[in-house]
Nanobody
Framework: QERLVESGGGFVQPGGSLRLSCARSGSVFSVKRMGWYRQAQGKERALVATITPRGDTISADSVKGRVTISIDNAKTTVTLQLNHLKPEDSAVYYC????????????????WGQGTPVAVPS
């Protein structure tokens, strides 16, 4: 069973930068997209950014201009760089990867990381 392992996060000063990585163990047949969501305390999980293997990206308005998302050539790791951090960026960040296990799998499935907390003090 493939799983995702997140790294990065922690305590970051306002105006600082954050770099999160999410690596998948094991190989799959296809990757549709990868990305990050975040959930602030008392709020619903919300999109941060996504990327396809082709490099097409989507990002939330709240992070536009501050975010860079990338995927490695092996299509196993997705990295999120977020600059000029604000207190409202504080949240638990979850990565996901939408993958197809085998060539004849019926559908893509989503794998999720365990979440990594980010705290930006006010």
């Amino acid at each position: 069973q493939e799983r995702l392992v997140e790294s990065g996060g922690g305590f970051v000063q306002p105006g600082g930068s954050l770099r999160l990585s999410c690596a998948r163990s094991g190989s799959v047949f296809s990757v549709k997209r990868m990305g990050w969501y975040r959930q602030a305390q008392g709020k619903e999980r919300a999109l941060v950014a996504t990327i396809t293997p082709r490099g097409d990206t989507i990002s939330a308005d709240s992070v536009k201009g501050r975010v860079t998302i990338s995927i490695d050539n092996a299509k196993t790791t997705v990295t999120l760089q977020l600059n000029h951090l604000k207190p409202e960026d504080s949240a638990v960040y979850y990565c996901f990867q939408e993958i197809m296990y085998y060539k004849f799998s019926a559908r893509y499935v989503e794998l999720w990381g365990q979440g990594t907390p980010v705290a930006v003090p006010s």
